[in-house]
C-alpha cells in the first residue's frame, strides 16, 4: 500500500512539472521582479495628486543685477525735479528750465516730474501730463517742504532762507545766480556753499550744461539742526564780525 502511494504521488508531481513548462502557451513562466532603480512611471489613467502647498517648489529669487534694475525703474518712474523762485520772481530761471532743451535733458537723466514754483514772475509755462514726462506749476504755497522733500534734485535761487531749508533736508542742489541783481550778495553765499561741498551753483545760461556734467555724489551732507553754523556762514559771506 504504501509502495502505491508512493507511485500516486510521483505521477501527480510528474504530470505538475509537465504543465509548468516554457512550451505550454496556456501559462507562460512569471518573469522576475525587477530592482526598483527610481519612481515609477505616471500612470496614463489615474495622474498623480497634487503636491500639497508646503512641498511645493519656492521660485527662486531674482538675480541681485534684477533687483537693481527693479529699483532703478522704480526710481525713474519716480523721480522728479522741483524748482523754486521763492517769494520774488526769476523769470530767466523758469523760462530756461522749461524750455525744450532743459526738459529733453531731464528726460535723458531719468526724471519724469518737474515742479515749477515760479513766485511773481510773468513767465508762467502751461502744465503737461505725458506718458514719459510730467510738468506741474503754482505760484505759491503755505509750505513748499513736501515739495523738497519729495523731490530727486532740487534747482533754486540763492536766497538764504530757500538754501537753508533745502541742504537740511538732505536734496541735492543746484543753485542758479540771478546775473540782474546789483549787490549779489547770493553769488557770494553760493560760492562759498560750494567751496565747502554742500551744492553746486550756475548761471541760467550754463544751467542746462551744468545738469549735463553734474555729479552728486561728491557733495557733502549739511550739517543740520546747527544754525548757528549757517548764521556764521552768512556773517563770512557778508562781512560781519559777531559780537562776543
Not at 519612481?39 to 489615474?46: G, N, Q, R
Not at 537723466?109 to 511773481?120: S, T, V, W
Not at 519729495?150 to 538732505?170: D, P
Request: charged share 25%; with cysteine; glycine share 6%.
Amino acid at each position: 500500500c504504501a509502495r502505491a502511494g508512493v507511485c500516486e504521488l510521483l505521477k501527480l508531481r510528474a504530470n505538475c512539472s509537465a504543465t509548468l513548462q516554457p512550451d505550454s502557451p496556456s501559462l507562460p513562466l512569471p518573469t522576475p521582479a525587477q530592482p526598483l532603480l527610481g519612481p515609477s512611471p505616471p500612470c496614463p489613467t489615474h495622474p498623480p495628486a497634487r503636491c500639497s502647498r508646503s512641498a511645493r517648489p519656492r521660485p527662486a529669487r531674482p538675480p541681485a543685477r534684477c533687483c537693481r534694475r527693479l529699483r532703478a525703474a522704480g526710481w525713474a518712474r519716480m523721480a522728479s525735479v522741483f524748482v523754486t523762485v521763492g517769494t520774488t520772481s526769476f523769470d530767466e530761471l523758469v523760462e530756461e528750465i522749461s524750455s525744450e532743451r532743459a526738459v529733453r535733458i531731464l528726460k535723458d537723466l531719468g526724471y519724469r516730474k518737474l515742479i515749477l514754483q515760479i513766485g511773481r514772475g510773468f513767465v508762467e509755462p502751461k502744465p503737461s501730463v505725458g506718458t514719459d514726462f510730467t510738468i506741474e506749476v503754482y505760484r505759491f504755497k503755505d509750505s513748499i517742504a513736501d515739495d523738497i522733500r519729495n523731490a530727486t534734485l532740487v534747482i533754486s535761487h540763492a536766497g538764504a532762507g530757500s538754501c537753508l531749508e533745502i541742504l537740511e533736508a538732505g536734496k541735492p542742489l543746484i543753485v542758479v545766480i540771478n546775473e540782474k541783481l546789483m549787490n549779489n550778495h547770493q553769488l557770494e553765499l553760493a560760492k562759498q556753499l560750494h567751496r565747502d561741498g554742500h551744492l553746486l551753483y550756475c548761471t541760467c545760461s550754463t544751467l542746462c550744461k551744468t545738469l549735463q556734467k553734474s555729479d552728486f555724489t561728491s557733495l557733502k551732507p549739511f550739517p543740520s539742526g546747527h544754525p548757528e553754523k549757517f548764521a556764521a556762514l552768512m556773517d563770512n559771506v557778508f562781512g560781519f564780525q559777531r559780537l562776543k
